[in-house]
């Protein structure tokens, strides 16, 4: 249990530290805590606080920096987050928001470009996932020299499409029937279900009408992997060079592979704790090694019927956490706001 007075001094060296990046000595202190008090009482308190492993002596400097425990302590008890969003950057975050969409994946997009923009991190989001997406419609759309464009449009308004080759010999009256067979057949099922009957007895329908199916077939199970799978968005990745603490161009390289890896970033996303607005982990609380000199703040948000998503900022320990959190915790429910604007066109 810290004193009143040692809350104040540790209060005092994670913001010093965060805004300037020096390691915060007793005379520092002295001249900006709102109480009097000598430098040796403050040398005295700040022995107290490395003991308990709240701050460390960096050791290019006799001053002390926050420890991960520090930060935690911080974030836990000290923070101010009401006092930590502005006016104008309330603004910013709705104006981002203003406009119109046609797809999911484009307000999520914006919405990462915006975070990483306003915060200088990284910012990541998974899109909102429908247990119960359906198969609305299905088209297939030639475009000449044997290409077609496969597009498929589910309940929630998202659409997926892709481009393949066709067999010189097929029709467009075959690529006809295969559009009306999937919408006679797999129209207004689960997409989890069309993607079991695409194992299933699909391929011999579709074999009805193409004597090599095996390509349609691929790019249709394709574009359905898409609409049904979570879908993760990155904006900032350049940021990752501004705040990382390392040289070495093959750690970095691995982040950014890290970005890019749905599974490891799922894992690394996974198991924040859903009972709070924001949810902040710190270095070795975060799952994955790469990221132990790093801080991930998690926010979940809710769009009714149409699943829950996740919406997140990667950056260093030595961040302003009471304006990360704040920020974070305001663009979710402007998120929401946009996402439950946009599906109310497909509840009516």
Request: net charge negative; hydrophobic share 40%.
């Amino acid at each position: 249990m810290l004193t009143d007075r040692q809350k104040l001094i540790l209060k005092a060296i994670v913001r010093s530290y965060t805004d300037t990046g020096h390691a915060v000595g007793s005379k520092a202190l002295v001249e900006s805590l709102p109480i009097s008090v000598s430098s040796a009482t403050i040398r005295n308190e700040m022995a107290t606080l490395e003991e308990t492993g709240l701050i460390q002596k960096e050791h290019t400097s006799s001053g002390r920096i926050p420890s991960v425990a520090g930060y935690r302590y911080y974030v836990d008890h000290l923070n101010d987050i009401d006092l930590s969003v502005g006016q104008q950057e309330l603004s910013l975050i709705r104006d981002s928001m203003v406009g119109n969409y046609a797809k999911v994946d484009e307000i999520i997009a914006q919405s990462t470009n915006m975070l990483s923009q306003l915060t200088s991190f990284t910012a990541l989001a998974v899109k909102p996932e429908a247990i119960d997406a359906k198969l609305s419609g299905f088209r297939l759309v030639p475009l000449g020299n044997h290409q077609v464009m496969a597009i498929l449009v589910t309940d929630d308004g998202d659409v997926e499409s892709q481009q393949f080759s066709v067999p010189r010999e097929v029709s467009g009256d075959q690529l006809e029937a295969i559009v009306r067979l999937v919408n006679d057949r797999l129209v207004g099922q689960p997409l989890q279900t069309v993607i079991h009957r695409l194992a299933t007895d699909i391929p011999m329908l579709v074999g009805q009408y193409l004597q090599s199916p095996s390509g349609f077939l691929h790019t249709f199970g394709q574009v359905l992997d898409r609409a049904a799978s979570d879908q993760f968005f990155v904006g900032g990745r350049l940021n990752l060079l501004d705040f990382s603490r390392v040289d070495d161009s093959d750690t970095i390289k691995d982040l950014y592979q890290l970005l890019n890896n749905k599974a490891d970033m799922h894992d690394v996303m996974g198991g924040s704790d859903a009972n709070k607005p924001v949810s902040v982990r710190i270095g070795d609380e975060i799952s994955n090694d790469l990221l132990k000199n790093y801080s991930l703040l998690t926010a979940n948000y809710d769009v009714g019927d149409h699943g829950k998503g996740m919406i997140a900022i990667l950056g260093p320990t030595r961040m302003p956490y009471s304006r990360t959190i704040g920020l974070l915790g305001a663009f979710r429910q402007e998120l929401t706001n946009k996402l439950l604007n946009y599906y109310q066109f497909f509840d009516e």
